[in-house]
């Protein structure tokens, strides 16, 4: 028995119009890949390759021209989403953010304010809890951007460029993150350029060019003729 | 409903935590003590300066606070990329707009009470006797401005935030003339312009159907059976707009 994928995109395509004119742009080109449940998932490709447009396509934020998006589970209540350079609401401390966020979902009180608190010391920022959003350092709003996405505690996470801005110290604990969602069963797709991080991650990844998957595999897979993911990586988007 | 809420109370600390706010209100409350002044220029007729002036006061700076605050909320939020947040996450664009009318109403519940308790504490200072028109004249105010907040959030849904603050003061005079307009050119007997007008008056909320202020300082009997009226048609048209403004975010992508 084959058990249903968490993420299926098949055939995605995008076209905005822009300008003036209403110039035609086609941004996906026919995006195909799956994700299996529990699997930590690496969409890589250089900047424009679609990969964020293909994260809002399948969250529902635009609507695909053509193909179509399967979230696995039942709909956005068991997905959570950290976009790229978040930017969050500034008149609110760390902790009434994520209490907000937390009411979106029908949360029970208690069980919403334990998962707030939990977030707030899993993500590294108890102490900062009742500071201001806007007297949080980019790290610290990446931070709280993750604790958002897992609010919920979503079965999909979805992670765009989770590691941008953050100091040493921060990466290795979202990479810590990263991996405690993966050891509970939760499946994770992350966009990222530090393909180290994505070595040590991920379990299969998707590299994209312009608007299109050209290349998904296993990590191994990718190694087999390359002595790193970068020359691999580079190897596939320049060919 | 629990997301309107939330969106709602988020919405209510966002504008009331705004510097801009309260330097606004500030002003509002000096502009109500120069009435004071005023009064005491006008011959026997202070109390009344000062309910006139006040009322004025408190109707202009109210405006300026429903229009420019409702007109960067839903904007400020799509520019700044805080949707992508909250379009994640299962809520309605019905609850967004809703919810983020539900907490403006709030904060300007929170101003105008604010204003109107200060003016009523110096008409009462001024008169020697408490004045409860003033009272109502101000929840009056209240309601005409929901009118405009529910008008300016729907055009900012359309476009930038300053062509919705401009389209909301534009709509809020209009709504001020729109039935002596309309009782003007039927007087004229055009029937193009007495068309037009009487487009403007169903488009455009009547707003000085529930503006009290010169009943306030005795210029005209209060009929408060029709102001009724006046008002349940104000808050059928909030919804109607608000539905409306739903409509266009539903189909915006981001």
Known sequence: MTTAPALRIIGLRKTVHVGFRRRAVEILKGVDFQVAPGAVFGLLGPNGAGKTTTVKV????????????????????HVGYLP???????????????????????????????????LLGDVGLEAAADTHLRKYSKGMLQRIGIAQALVNDPELVLLDEPMTGLDPVGRVEVKRIIESLHER????????????????????????????????????EALADSPTLEDFFMKVVTA | MNQLFAIAVNTFKETIR??????????????????????SISLGEQGRMMKDFGLVAVTAFGLIVAVFVAAGLVHKEVEKRTVYVLFSKPVSRVAFISGKFVGLCATMAVV??????????????????????VLLAVVMVYVQLL???????????????ILASVLGICV??????????????????????????????????????VDVKAGVVGEQTLAWGQIGLWTAYLLAYVVVVLALAALVFRRKEF
Request: aromatic fraction near 10%.
């Open chain 2, 172 to 209: 809020f005079v209009a709504g001020q003339l729109s039935q002596n307009v309309l009782a003007l050119t039927r007087l004229g007997k055009n029937p193009v312009t007495e068309a037009l007008s009487w487009v403007i008056y169903v488009i455009v909320p009547n707003l000085s159907a």
């Open chain 2, 112 to 133: 105008l009470a604010g204003m109107g308790l200060f003016l009523f504490a110096l008409v009462w200072v001024v008169d020697g006797q408490p004045s409860g028109t």
């Open chain 2, 147 to 161: 009118a405009i907040m529910a008008v300016t959030i729907f055009f900012s849904t359309l476009g930038s935030a």
């Open chain 1, 185 to 220: 069963g939760k499946t994770v797709l992350f966009n990222s350029h530090i393909l180290s991080d994505v070595h040590e991650l991920c379990s299969r990844i998707a590299i994209m060019r312009e608007g299109r998957v050209v290349w998904q595999g296993t990590v191994p």
């Open chain 1, 84 to 118: 790229e350079n978040p930017y969050f609401y500034d008149y609110l401390s760390g902790r009434e953010f994520l209490g907000f966020c937390a009411r979106l979902f029908t949360l029970d009180a208690d069980v919403r304010q334990a998962r707030v608190e939990g």
């Open chain 1, 58 to 77: 399948a969250l529902g934020l635009m609507r695909p021209t053509s193909g179509s998006v399967d979230l696995g589970v039942e709909g956005l209540a």
């Open chain 2, 18 to 39: 705004d510097r801009i706010l309260a330097v606004i209100v500030v002003f509002a409350l000096l502009m109500i003590v120069a009435g004071l002044w005023l009064g």
